[in-house]
Structure formats: C-alpha cells, structure tokens
Nanobody, 118 residues
C-alpha cells in the first residue's frame, strides 16, 4: 500500500522559511515525478512545484525564486524549501506522486498545514 507522509509544516512569520519533507513507502517512485500542491480555504488545489525523475523541475509562477523542490530517489522522498514566505502562501500543502506521462497525481499525502502570519 502506497503511503506518503509529510512533515515540516507549521506557523511562521511573514518573510520566514520552512522546509517540508515527504517520505514515500509501499512502492518505488524512481520513474515518477514527485512534488507539492497546495490548497487554501475556498480555493482549488494548485500545483506548487514538481520534479521529474530526471531532475527537471516546474514551479508555479508565484513561488519562483522563493521555493526550491528537491528529491532523494534512494529515500523515496521529496522536499520543499520555502523562503521569503508570504501570508498568501498559507495553505495545506500536499505531497504528490505523478506517473510517467501523466499530469494528474496518482497518489497524495494527507497534507500539512503551513500558516504565514503578517
């Protein structure tokens, strides 16, 4: 059974930093893309950052230059370093695994809350 477990969320002040981690189990994700989505209250879930199996990454325009996605294939893990956080980054952040040649995630984590206070 595939499981994705996120950690690292919390409360931080405007301009602060957080690092999210996601550890996967139950399968190898070495050929998959792994990344992060987020959902704020009253809004649709949106892509934040994704890294492919070959190491190329995609970012939402609003986080470019502030967030960095990375992964450790040997650990089946993906990370999100978030710097210069803003109140509008407040959301539940979800780890996701996306199959080859797919655009919609096959697996989701349970989510971790990130709150940025002004």
């Amino acid at each position: 059974q595939v499981q994705l477990v996120e950690s690292g969320g919390g409360l931080v002040q405007d301009g602060g930093s957080l690092r999210l981690s996601c550890a996967g189990s139950g399968s190898s994700f070495s050929i998959n893309s792994m990344g992060w989505y987020r959902q704020a209250p009253g809004r649709q879930r949106e892509l934040v950052a994704v890294m492919t199996s070959t190491g190329s990454s995609t970012y939402a325009e609003v986080v470019k230059g502030r967030f960095t996605v990375s992964r450790d294939k040997a650990k089946n893990s993906v990370y999100l370093q978030m710097n210069s956080l803003k109140p509008e980054d407040t959301a539940v952040y979800y780890c996701a695994v996306i199959g080859p040649f797919k655009t919609v995630p096959d697996y989701w984590g349970q989510g971790t809350q990130v709150t940025v206070s002004s």
